[in-house]
């Protein structure tokens, strides 16, 4: 009777063992299964799609890939993007490593004032902004040039990096800048050569945060650019859609060429990105 | 000792920290500033500007349409304060769970989602969501449940439940990783205890996880509101408001009165409303969940 009890119980942890194993595995695939369709979709022919959506593709066709980059401008989108990304990240970090280390290491008048001033920042809806921005770069002919962009995309990276440069900071023993200064160290100097390679860890977390949102950005490059020749991947697959919306695979090779470099940097950097997201998240 | 070191001139602040602060009050403050100032004109762009008063802001108390959009992001936000945490809270219970394989798998996967653009999000999800061709109506006849088939994005009826399941779905991972971290503080002898005595699985997480995790789950609520407010992209791929303007939300109005209509008087008051609006749903949320939490949540 006892052994047959305990058998029972075994048997029917082991079923709801499976179960969970099961169910999140499930999930799982729910999360990414929209992704791998369009992946796999991107490799047929139309005809083949609309035969059967959710075939496998019967061989591996890049013409979709080919002719996305033909009949769009979707390499000079992503250099664009690129671009925007890349130029307005190391702006961040810049600026927001300077700041960072000033309310990290300084008491002085208006360090409150300015937390606040970046913490209000983060509340404020980036749509309540778009109008007045649109404008003010108009008038103030800074409307659809090389920079445009940059210029939110840095102002609106600031407060997250400023945040994260500051506890990160605070964390570091001030023994490191008191032996440089001893040794006669400028500012300047000990601020970039010192301090700023013990970051290493944290510059490369908020890079990463930084380059992605700037990669995905859409409302700002959707009111703040106009022409072809700056418009960014965004803005650019939105046109794109508009012109094929009924050949699905094409335009899902469009959407894995934008998506590709988030999948890369995703599979190296994932432990980071998401320590860097929901940390930054949860101070803000 | 170390005081006398970390203290500089006045000018070395300035030169320091100038730069930084101009360039972010140049996107965020002036913009507001100005903003208001507009909002008293009806302007369309071009020389003539009228000076209408308080005109514009009387037009946006008795506009239908952004009162509607306004109700259309508080459902948003209330189903995905729903769907998101509380899917959330049941996935990081289960991978809390010592007998869960592929733990930082799964975590990462189920993150995934949360990395992409709005804009892909969108568009993999319209199609997904079409009648003929999309995966969504290919299950439903998969699973012999023909008569639930549906153009998902064109009826009135369910469109705000359909562009809100992408919503959910992209940050479902975003609330699990927050949960689980608030889950990790929370000490493994009072979960141990609590097997001891009996507890297992749903009623763990009734009895012991959710009281320990009111806190982060606070945050996660705060998270959530403050998101939806702004929710637009999404919204701007599937059906840009439509139809009609069933799927409208505040600032996917504000873009169509001033980029489309070329409104840009009524906009500028159509963001200063966005603004109120959404801080004041900020502040009621922070008041009536209790403060601020942040430091006992992580």
Known sequence: MMIQHTRRRALLKFTSNTLTNVFLIAYSVFCIFPIIWMILSSFKSSAEFNADIMAMPTSIKFSNYIDAFKTSNMGLYSLNSFFNALVSTVIVLFLAFIIGYFLARFSFTGKKFLTAFFMFGMLIPIHALLVPTFILFKKLNLFDQRFTLIIPYVAFGLPIAVFLFTSYIKGIPKELEEAAIIDGASFPKILFTIIFPVCRPIVLTIGILQFFSKWNEFPFALVLVNSEKYKTIPIGLRNFSGQYATNYPLLMAGLVLAIIPVILIYVIFNKKIIEGMTTGAVKG | ?298
């Open chain 2, 1 to 298: 000792m170390g005081s006398i070191i970390f203290r500089k001139k006045k000018s070395t602040f300035l030169l320091f920290l100038l730069p930084g602060v101009i360039w972010y009050s140049f996107v965020t403050i002036i913009p507001l500033i100005t903003s208001f100032s507009y909002s008293f004109f009806k302007w369309s762009g071009g020389p003539n500007k009228t000076f209408i008063g308080l005109d514009n802001f009387k037009m946006l108390l008795q506009d239908e349409i952004f009162w509607q959009a306004f109700k259309n992001n508080l459902l948003i936000t209330l189903l995905c304060v729903i769907g998101q945490i509380g899917f959330a809270l049941i996935i990081s219970s289960l991978l809390s769970t010592k007998f869960v394989k592929f733990k930082n798998i799964h975590r990462s996967v189920i993150f995934f989602p949360v990395v992409l653009s709005t804009i892909i999000i969108g568009f993999i999800w319209t199609m997904m969501y079409n009648k003929d061709y999309g995966i969504v109506n290919w299950f439903l006849q998969f699973l012999h449940l023909d008569f639930l088939i549906k153009p998902w994005l064109d009826d009135p009826k369910i469109v705000m439940l359909s562009i809100s399941l992408p919503i959910i779905w992209q940050y479902i991972g975003y609330y699990m990783v927050i949960i689980m971290a608030g889950m990790t503080n929370i000490s493994n002898e009072v979960f141990e205890m609590a097997e001891i005595d009996g507890a297992t699985g749903f009623r763990k997480l009734i009895h012991i996880t959710l009281p320990l995790l009111k806190n982060t789950i606070m945050v996660c609520i705060m998270l959530c509101i403050a998101g939806n407010m702004q929710v637009f992209s999404h919204i701007f791929v599937m059906t840009s408001g439509g139809p009609g303007t069933s799927s409208m939300v505040m600032a996917m109005y504000s873009y169509e009165k001033s980029f489309s209509q070329y409104q840009l008087g009524y906009g500028s008051a159509i963001s200063i409303g966005i603004l109120v609006v959404s801080l004041a749903m900020v502040f009621i949320s922070r008041k009536l969940l209790g403060g601020k939490n942040d430091d006992t949540a992580y």
